[in-house]
């Protein structure tokens, strides 16, 4: 069974950095784009950042672009996502998730109905 494990969502004062893990269980996905999604009340899921297989191709939504970055350990199986200068408008239930294509580059990000695995979530709450 496969299971993606999110860790690493809390509050954070405004400017502060939060870093988000998402461990992977069940299989390996080194052969696999993964990525980040975010979702506020109200609001649609959203990519912020995507990661290709070999963690070579990155890509960004505009609104994170310089103050996120997206890594990942194929040895470990995890997808990390390192945010700094946080802004109250960051504040959302963060996803991560596993692209259903292998190999892919994500030159245009990770589109939700692309996705194949989903992670339950953690929660980021950016105070101002």
């Known amino acids: 069974q496969v299971q993606l494990v999110e ?4 509050l954070v004062q405004a400017g502060g950095s939060l870093r ?14 993964m990525g980040w999604f975010r979702q506020a009340p109200g609001n649609e899921r959203e990519s ?11 890509y960004y939504a505009e609104s994170v672009k ?14 990390y996502l390192l945010m ?7 504040t959302a239930v963060y996803y991560c998730a596993v ?8 030159v245009a990000g990770i589109r939700p109905e692309e996705v194949n695995y989903w992670g339950q979530g953690t929660q980021v709450t950016v105070s101002s």
Request: hydrophobic content about 30%; proline content about 2%; glycine content about 12%.
């Open 48 to 58: 912020v950042a995507a990661i290709s297989w070999s963690g070579g191709r990155t």
């Open 99 to 106: 692209d259903r294509a292998r190999y892919s580059t994500v």
């Open 20 to 33: 988000l893990s998402c461990a992977a269980s069940g299989r390996t996905f080194s052969s696999y784009a």
């Open 84 to 90: 700094s200068s946080l802004k109250p408008e960051d």
């Open 66 to 79: 310089g103050r996120f970055t997206i890594s990942r350990d194929n040895a470990k199986n995890t997808v």
């Open 7 to 10: 860790s690493g969502g809390g």
